[in-house]
């Protein structure tokens, strides 16, 4: 049976890089002087796992790398050596090439070989305890040995490639005491070594590895001459001891038993042809089973001791068949086992046998009442402790397309809009004589947002996705800015929708780049103004009502209002020295702003704010700035928590109806006249609650006919984006409801204070209210005459 | 009816591949992410053959074939370590633990399905 392997390889490079990632994780949080050895632990298990299923999967150049990466971490994780930074450092160095490898499985593209033999040099040398620096020479020593070494091409047929534990001979020219010493230590990277001085001055290895002979050649290339190494294969089974074994230990045994029910006799002949060919005949009230094998009588008895009793049974040896009896792939090793090529059993597999007093148990898979269970040794407090651990890790889940969910979604979409629909019909119908009718239809409404919900939740991912590439970059950036960055985050298990988090993921970056560089100052200015020499940075995600709320956070110089204010009147922006401060700091989103007094490579260059607020609006978010002088910045970009569906609430003018999202609602209002004020050439202003916020009349910035033009004949909705609060001033509010979000700019164009539109239940469209702009828009429109 | 196999293993790739390959083979395959997970699955169901990798988080193989053994109905159950290791050690470890045998990663799905025949037919 042929099995693709290829279709594993999804599989394989998504947990991979999960294990990459985690591994990365854990490595950055390590305490070098006491790292925690269950991290250490768990860091080993990552590039063991990757190991194994790099090598499983034919991805060879990977395996070699976690290699030589899992060989020294073992040393670290069993205190044989200590963990330094320079471990750190070449460990995510490692790590990067995994990725890049990784990526080069993926889609083909090119690795740089260099960069791998780099690392691969420098995990050698540090698991030999030499500083890095070594491998730099070794690099040379390899590279005038014509360098053999390069990594096999990156996609390789995995058949090819899939390697066992072999056993070469490796016999070397000429070679001092301590090159031997060296070689046989680079050897004992790939398997177990041991050398031997032959006569003639030559020195003879014998390997036992599952790495290939090219991995041989190019590790002894770092000591000797490629055109001095000879490497024999010996098979497996001619390994020392081993060979010892009887090529043909088999023996023919008739096995005589009184006349067995049929059953019996299947499941009798079912085990014993795990120990060889077995056939089956009957005769004079006996069952006789003939059995060709090289296990003993004992095992034999044992087997049979579970269908028969056995003082009726009798063994006897047949004349040897070995002629005629099929190659057996199992040999008889020096310690004992049966081994065969890559595989082995500890003896005669059979389930051990019983204490005589055990019942028959012909099926182990029955639970039977056996004899008393030897007591064995339990480890009872670690095992309870890890019950709950391993509830959380348990995962199971299906690959499918985005397309497919996307489809899924909006199939969604349309049900309840259709549901909507026959909610309204219905609605006009007599409850009492449709009493039914009206019930069932509530069961479906309840159905549909449950299906809804479950459907939109499958596109939620959690925000940990892009948190998790933060910490590495911080680390990078602050030791390049020689400042001191303590990184937190909080609220990574925060879900948001699969497009969000991809496109959150370059403001969020521009933003942490910002607080470290211009924000976090170096070590001695915090020194000097007294704080902690190691600045805070913390990325924090959590649910506020319909959106999620993600915060940048540092503990730096804080927002210089002066030098903003300044900077801007330079730029020629419009600002005035009275300006609250949260409109002075919306200046830095100005394009082309930039308050820093030297570019650096980092940040500086006055792109980029205006880009991250472009891409938070974009996404129909909004961004915020807190700041303090000296005591830090908070910049919290609010998101809504998926594009497709919306909780609004819908709004009438004249015939048509509006939706405005709910969660930029903050009250609505049927105002006094007294409570309306006429500001000269500004419109009006309502007074509410001792706030005085402008009036928009949707009438007229959507130039839309209406019979109500005061506003105390119709509902002012107080509505709030940006820091920013306005009353909008429609005819009357309809209804709140769940709308699915259909594009407006895919369809036909943009609309200035549209964001998009939807289907309402009576089959009518829509449009979706853009707050923030609909502010913006009234705070320049508002000058013409509204009633009176 | 089919027989079951416990197959335990951190790796998922590797999981899907030994639980594709021996259904594939006509067996059930009952996977397990951990030691702790394998060990809650033996208990819920008892198999004809567990297949166990050896370093896992929270339970490691080692762990699970002794806490098997413990179980009565785990007697004489075949367990089988799938390992990248193949010393001696590693061998005497099983065999004391109580494992049957051992089958060395990188192994391909044909390997894989000959040696469980060998074992559970």
Partial sequence: MSIDMSQFYQAFFDEAEELLAEAEHLLLALDLDNPDSEDLNAIFRAAHSIKGGAATFGMTDMAEITHVLENLLDKIRKNEMALTGEHVDTFLEAKDVLNSQLEGHRSGADVDRDVQEEVKRKLKALSEGKPVSAAAEMAAAAASAAAPAAPKPAV?????????????????????????????????????????????GHVAFSLKTEDSEDDIISICAFIVEPEDIKITLQSAAAAPGAAAAPADGKQRYNIEVPELSDKDAENLKSELALLGDVSISKAGGKTIFALTT?????????ICSFVVDLETLVIKDAPSASAAAPAEDLAVASNGFIEGDGFGFFEPITPPPAAPAAEPEPEPAKPVEAAPAPVIEKKPAAAKKEVEKAAAVETTSIRVGVEKVDQLINLVGELVITQAMLEERISKLDPVTHEDLLNSLGQLTRNTRDLQESVMSIRMMPMDYVFSRFPRMVRDLATRLGKKVEFVTSGAATELDKGLIERIVDPLTHLVRNSIDHGIEVPDVRHQSGKNETGRLSLSASNRGGNIVIEVTDDGAGLNRERILSKAKQSGLPVSDTMPDSDVWQLIFAPGFSTAEQVTDVSGRGVGMDVVKRNVSAMGGVIDIRSALGYGTTMSISLPLTLAILDGMSVSLGDNMYVVPLNLIVETMQPQATDIKTVTGAGFMVHVRGEYLPIIPLYSLFNQPTQITNPVDGVLVIIEAEGKKAALFVDGLVGQQQVVIKSLETNYRKVPGVSGATIMGDGSVALILDVPTIIKMGQNNNSEGVYQ | MAKTILAVDDSGSLRQMVAFSLTAAGYQVVQAVDGQDGLNKARDQVVDLVLTDQNMPNMDGLTLIKSLRGMSSYQKVPILMLTTESSDEMKAKGRAAGANGWLVKPFDPKRLIDVVQKVIG
Avoid: C, F, Q, W
Avoid at chain 1, 173 to 189: F, P, Q, V, Y
Avoid at chain 1, 296 to 302: G, N, V
């Fill in chain 1, 294 to 302: 090289e296990d003993s009588k004992d095992s034999i008895e044992s």
């Fill in chain 1, 156 to 200: 390789v047929a995995p058949a090819a490639v899939v390697d066992k534990m072999r056993h070469y001979n490796i016999d070397v020219k000429a070679l001092s005491e301590k090159d031997t010493a060296n070689l046989e230590g680079e050897l004992g990277l790939l398997g177990d070594v041991s050398s031997k001085r032959l006569d003639n």
